[in-house]
């Protein structure tokens, strides 16, 4: 489905809100329930279907919340509350003094999950790891180009001409060698797309013929195992009892795919649902009355962003972006769509990144002065042009299409004729990646603290390539920045090349920095155990309801 509006909506008055949710419950009521047995453990409603359960193919936040946490362990975790690196499948680590080998201890006696498909013979071993990594390196490894043989944040971070080779030096030790320092290397082993696949399960499909049932019937080793998915319906998952940690309260895990905001909150309010995905801000105040329903609220690293497509005329000219991003009301935005609950931006980092660069001059609203530049980059009377508005909530954007229209609107009174365009959300992200948009209102949640995780996977050369670059912008001096920064260890070095590349950015204006918003969830008041990690994702393993 294609949406193409004209000059935009009005918003929906607060005080409809209420109207609006009965006649949501009304409507979800109608729609075919989850049977009983289905509901037993815990139920998610999530706002979409994954594209993948293998995480290393994806950059979805839709699909990395419902596979990531669930399925898969790392070499390494995020501590939720410092932002520190620790343990998971690595035990310890080691680094030489040049930066350029490491050495990972593994657990012992790591399962990995037993299916109907699959029984594995062993725990995790080294192989596992080397498998792993090789998939993604090698384009002879077998599994390489299963999925297409995209694997976007690591072709973003440039992992291929960063890891020169990945060995196994016993049964648990794992060597990595890089062609150069990366200061990031160990944050990247921690994200939740480097989730370690097993090599066992690979032969197996291997010797079948059956490659491509890697990553739609997955095996893993964290704390929930695949049953079933019915596509935008449910995912299910049951407990791994052989998990090498504590293991899973819920002995059943359901994510109900529910894309409209609406009926999510109306089965959350007829408890069908236990936790909600980003329910709008406009209607926390109305959740929060509730007695049986809490929400939860925390800092996110994200950010919500407006991407020029480069590659296209007129976006490739400096004077128009500049003059598109000096014609849009943030504050308006702000309030219409964020309802306060979120952060101007000024820079694509948080101002809670140690490398974030508050010397900035924030982007001023000068409609006067855009229709001025416009003139000089030779469009005195303006042109038509596209915004695509994501179809679903994200942390980042919680309204896209509502800010869209408000943006149409602004860029009406310089002479720019915008239409918003949407369509459904995969549909959204594969035209997204095949560059058809002119503009895009999309977003980043960073799942570790390293400043790298904003500026690579986002704006570098690497990520134009493969796709996760929005705005299609490659520029040599920037990328020169970032790759100078994770050549050095020094934290006071290291900022001083990303002050300088968000100077750059500012200068620029490949997109327009929008807002850092709040991260909410609405939960049932008898769950507990179900915490906001400010890194993105989501983890279900601890959750407990009722007597459970």
């Known amino acids: 489905m294609k949406i193409v509006t004209a000059i935009g909506r009005r918003p929906v008055k607060p005080v409809l809100q209420s109207a609006m949710l009965c006649a949501a419950s009304l409507l979800a009521a109608c729609q075919p329930q989850l049977p009983e047995a289905m509901r037993a453990g815990l139920v998610y409603c999530s706002e ?13 936040g839709t699909t990395i919340d419902a596979i990531s946490q669930q399925l898969y362990d790392r070499l390494l975790d995020i501590d939720a509350n410092s932002g520190e690196l620790k343990p998971a499948l ?23 999950h037993k299916t109907e498909y699959f029984q594995p013979s062993r725990s ?39 890891v020169s080779r990945v060995s196994a030096e ?43 049932l890697m990553d739609s019937q997955p095996i893993g080793t964290g704390p929930f195992r695949f049953r079933e998915y019915q596509k935008d319906v449910l995912i299910r998952y049951y407990r791994h009892n052989q998990y090498w940690r504590e293991l899973a309260k819920p002995e059943q895990l359901v994510f109900d795919i529910v894309p409209n905001n609406a009926r999510r909150m109306a089965k959350l309010f007829t408890h069908e649902c236990d936790v909600v995905a980003f329910p709008r801000i406009a209607e926390l105040e109305l959740i929060s009355k509730r007695s049986d329903v809490d929400v939860q609220e925390s800092t996110a690293m994200n950010i919500g962003f407006w991407a020029f497509n480069t590659a296209k005329a007129p976006f490739d000219n400096v004077k128009v972006r500049q003059a598109l991003a000096m014609a849009i009301n943030r504050e308006a935005i702000m309030q219409a769509v964020y309802f306060g609950h979120a952060t101007t931006a000024h820079s694509v ?15 001023v609203y000068n409609p006067a002065e855009a229709k001025k530049l416009l003139a000089e980059a030779g469009y005195p009377t303006g042109f038509a042009m596209d915004i695509w508005a994501m179809p679903v909530q994200r942390l980042y954007n919680p309204n896209a299409l509502k800010m869209a229209e408000l943006m149409q609107a602004d860029l009406a009174q310089i002479g720019v004729r915008a239409s918003v365009v949407s369509y459904e959300w995969n549909s959204f992200r594969r035209k997204l990646g095949e560059n058809e948009h002119d503009s895009v209102l999309i977003g980043w949640s960073a799942d570790n603290a390293d400043p790298d995780n904003f500026f690579r996977p986002l704006l570098s050369c690497s990520a134009a390539q493969t796709g996760t670059n929005r705005a299609n912008w490659c520029d040599e001096n920037f990328d020169r920045l970032i790759t100078q920064a994770l050549l050095t260890a020094d934290q006071k070095q290291r900022r001083s090349y990303y002050m300088a590349a968000q100077q750059y950015l500012s200068e620029q204006m490949p997109l327009l920095s929008i807002a850092h918003s709040q991260r909410f969830q609405a939960i049932t008041s008898d769950v507990k155990g179900v915490q906001i990690n400010p890194y993105g ?8 309801k009722g007597a459970q």
Do not use: C
């Open 48 to 60: 979409g279907s994954p594209e993948s359960f293998n995480p290393q193919l994806v950059t979805s």
């Open 90 to 112: 690595a035990s310890s680590w080691r680094v030489s003094d040049d930066g350029k080998v490491y050495h990972f201890s593994l657990q012992s006696q790591v399962a990995f």
């Open 124 to 162: 995790l071993t080294a192989e596992d790891v080397v498998f792993t990594f090789n998939r993604i390196m090698q384009p002879q490894h077998p599994f390489h180009f299963q999925g297409g043989g995209n694997y976007p944040f690591f072709q973003s971070v440039d992992w291929a001409s960063l």
């Open 170 to 212: 016993g049964p648990l030790l794992v060597r990595f060698e890089l062609n150069r320092p990366d200061s990031s290397f160990l944050s990247n082993l921690a994200t939740d797309f480097a989730a370690i696949l097993s090599a066992e399960y690979g032969q197996q499909l291997q010797q079948s013929g059956q490659l491509h």
């Open 349 to 363: 980092l948080p101002p809670t990144s140690w490398a974030y660069n508050a010397q900035l001059q924030p982007q």
């Open 537 to 544: 994702g989501i983890a279900l393993a601890n959750a407990s």
